[in-house]
């Protein structure tokens, strides 16, 4: 059976995915310009984390918040303002005269961006049939996993044609573009829910701010001190009180009852685990090309790219297989291979270590990262309710990107703990053991998407989203 695209479909799925790949640009160009930034700015390993964080961890925290104000003020509305807050924030970061004034920006950035994702999967997935789902979305990760190919060569030939502050520029003609095409090519709607859960919101961010806040700054001032005992112990304890308020939260922002289903639960542990592995690894491995082995920005952009273009091959074919056979062994063999990638890099990686032996590792977590991508969103969204996807794919990109801040934080601490900036030798001996355990967490990411339950026909699916909903 044929089923017909319609208009509004054709450009849902525009827009959406021109938002979604200027946001997933963004962060991958910053991590190839992270060298260039921590010379000119005079920026210290923290600083570089804090570049890379400050963006990711707004983003993740105000996820959930961003797709609850779509639901109670209109998804169009709030996505038409969420790509200028972009934008604004963009255009601070390229002016920005200071590390402390760039990490702030990039925090701007994190609220527009935190605003505009959750809608894209929410908007897009509403405006095409369910039959075509599965694909829709696998073409919908190979936008973002285009974003991620190119992110690596666009930041190297923009930091070395022009300047690192013209990563920044392009996002602020595009987001000041697509936002009012949004508003009049996209139609409106509204979730079930019209309140906000803002105690939920308050504890969450400032107990994941604690958390990172020592992982961060732990190896500047000793995992001892009063600051990091401090920081970690008031952060966990807030995130604990966090989630006995969601518990009992009348319009909670985080549905603890989503985790009542295994295939959400163990989605959302892969997506966690495998986002700590890679994003941690890669803000290394990106370093690594331009500070040991003296690569340009754009040299060491091409080099990485045999990683990060397989998502735009692989993903489109992964979505559209996960219709026909589920998304869990797809998931479970990508973040499997993914980490035979990283360990494989760890094992070679000298600060010799000559380019051809590395370009096979990178094509084989590029191809498991892409496994990943494409089938994660439907896998998500089939273990909800219709008017609950919203909610549930805020809370999945949360919990994903907060993944890649604790792997950011946590491999850079280990680098900085056998390792640092002296020599070639000093880096890859910093470099090797973080890798390792990048290797390790996503390989536990994969025992938790083989343990996901197998794909359910679509009676049986409708049956359990049921079942689930009134337990």
Known sequence: MTIKLTPRTLWTFVITSIALFMVSLDNLVVITALPVIRQDLHAT?????????????TFAVLLLTGAALGDRFGRRRLFAGGMVVFALGSMGAA????????????????????IVVPLTLTMLSAAVPAERRGLALGAWGAVGGLAIALGPLVGGAIVEGISWQWIFWPNVPIGLIVAPLAWSRLAESHGPSDKLDLTGLGLASVGLFGVVWGLV?????????????????????????????????????????????????????????????????VFLLAQFLQTVQGYSPLAAGLRILPWTVMPMFVSPLAGALSDR??????????????????????????????YASLVAPFIV??????????????????????????????????IRELGGVFGVAVLATVFSSY??????????????????IGAAVVLAGALAAFAIPRALRPRERLVAVSEDAGA
């Open 217 to 281: 700054r732990a190896d500047q001032v000793g995992w001892g001190s009063a600051e990091i005992v401090g920081a970690l112990s008031a952060g966990a304890a807030v995130v604990a009180l966090f989630v006995l308020w969601e518990l009992r939260a009348p319009y909670p922002m985080l549905p603890l009852r989503f985790f009542r289903s295994r295939t959400f639960a163990l989605t959302n542990v892969a997506s966690l685990l495998m986002y700590f592995g890679m994003f941690g690894s």
């Open 419 to 436: 390792g640092g900036y002296g020599s070639g030798q000093r880096f890859v001996d910093g470099l090797t053991p973080a890798v390792w």
């Open 325 to 354: 056979i589920g998304g869990r062994p797809i998931m479970a063999f990508g973040l499997a291979i993914q980490a035979l990638g990283l360990a494989w890099i760890a094992l070679l990686t000298t600060p010799s270590v000559p």
């Open 95 to 114: 002016l920005a005269p200071s590390v402390e004034a760039l990490i702030a920006f990039r925090a701007v950035q994190g609220v527009g961006g935190a």
């Open 365 to 398: 977590s590029g191809t498991g990262m892409a496994l990943f991508f494409a089938p994660v969103a439907n896998v998500v969204l089939s273990a909800v309710q219709a008017e609950e996807e919203g909610q549930a794919s805020g809370a999945n990109n949360a």
């Open 45 to 57: 390993l923290a600083n570089l984390e804090w570049t890379v964080n400050a963006y990711t961890l």
